[in-house]
């Protein structure tokens, strides 16, 4: 997925600087670090979803902080987050 999103901002780069159009505003490095940025958030959104809800509510039921996080933020009756400061079994994962 890295490399895809990689390939694509190298081809926006060189069809924006290969136009034929020279009146047309060429294409800044910053619009493409942008695209790189969004890309890779994407990516790390997609890591999410190996998760579900599907009625855990429970730290003991939770394999990972990241899969407690998910569902303490996506799910609802969780019962993970006891002092509501946002960050769910401390306990267990040592947050």
């Known amino acids: 997925m890295k490399k895809l999103v990689f390939i694509f901002a190298m081809l926006a780069i060189i069809w924006k600087y290969t136009s034929k159009d020279e009146n047309q505003p060429r294409a800044n490095f910053p619009v493409v670090e942008n695209i790189i940025v969004n890309a890779s958030e994407r ?7 190996n998760f579900k809800c599907d009625g855990r509510q429970y730290c003991s039921q939770m394999a990972s ?9 996506n799910c609802p009756d969780t019962k993970m987050d006891g002092d ?9 994962f040592g947050r």
């Open 84 to 92: 509501r400061d946002g960050i769910p079994c401390e306990r267990q």
């Open 65 to 73: 902080y990241e899969e407690a996080k998910f569902f303490n933020q």
């Open 43 to 49: 990516i790390q959104d997609n890591r999410h979803n």
